[in-house]
């Protein structure tokens, strides 16, 4: 298994705090991805890091900021949480594309109230 | 847009049958095409994949047929057995392009298979 951990695994928040989550992998992959998966949904592209300091929107990226200070590490941020940001997070490493085959963290159920 | 679809939100199988999860897409520059398989509290994790070169790819019970010109895609499991049970994910992605370095996922499809 991808050596990716996510922390916290559960967390509840109040609607309009600030939340952080994190990625860390051990792999050394260059790449790094945020989704979030609700039912009927699949899994939806947040904002992905193509190298340290170096990310990119995804197709659901309004109210979500991201950082990568270094290779390992991946936080992803809800600037102002609400109801609708309630979800399972998942982060996905790749070593590279094009084979594209991206490794999943075991994610972070998280709740806004 | 919904650019890769499952249409089947579930699927329930007899044990030793064969199970067949679809997928369709829409974005012509899709080129490579990838299963995950999702059990509960748990992150997806990679199955098989297929590159638009190739029609057909398999590995042990899994296989992955592709037919470009339809834009459908179709994992085949056989014998299905319980411990297939879960969400699966058909997920696309591009060489070039806007879409390239991301997947984008369908809506996933449960199975259920019964003893």
């Known amino acids: 298994d991808a050596g990716i951990t996510q922390s916290p695994r559960h967390k509840v928040t109040e609607t309009g705090t600030p939340v952080t989550l994190r990625c860390h992998q051990t792999?050394?992959?260059?790449?790094m991805y945020w989704y979030r998966q609700d039912p009927g949904h699949g899994l939806r592209l947040i904002h992905y890091?193509?190298?340290?300091?170096?990310?990119d929107k995804g197709e659901v990226s309004d109210g979500y900021s991201v950082s990568r200070s270094k290779t390992e590490d991946f936080l992803l941020t809800l600037e102002s949480a609400t109801s609708s940001q309630t979800s399972v997070y998942f982060c996905?490493?790749?070593?590279?594309?094009?084979?594209?085959?991206?490794?999943f963290g075991p994610g972070t159920r998280l709740t806004v109230t | 847009d919904q650019q890769v679809k499952q249409n089947s939100p579930s699927l329930s199988v007899q044990e030793g049958r064969i199970s067949i999860l679809n997928c369709d897409y829409t974005?012509?520059?899709?080129?490579?095409f990838l299963w995950y398989k999702k059990y509960p509290a748990e992150g997806p994790t990679f199955l098989i994949s297929?590159?638009?070169?190739?029609d057909k790819n398999e590995d042990g019970r899994f296989t992955v047929f592709l037919n470009k010109s339809a834009k459908h895609l179709s994992l085949h499991i056989v014998p299905s057995q319980p411990g297939d049970s879960a969400v699966y994910f058909c997920?696309?992605?591009?060489?070039?392009?806007?879409?390239?370095?991301?997947?984008?996922f369908g809506q996933g499809t449960i199975l259920t298979v019964h003893p």
């Open positions: 890091s193509y190298g340290v300091k170096d990310t």
């Open positions: 974005n012509s520059m899709f080129d490579y």
């Open positions: 996905a490493i790749s070593e590279s594309p094009p084979a594209n085959e991206q490794y």
């Open positions: 792999e050394n992959h260059r790449y």
């Open positions: 297929i590159s638009s070169i190739k």
């Open positions: 997920a696309a992605s591009a060489l070039g392009g806007t879409s390239y370095g991301k997947l984008t």
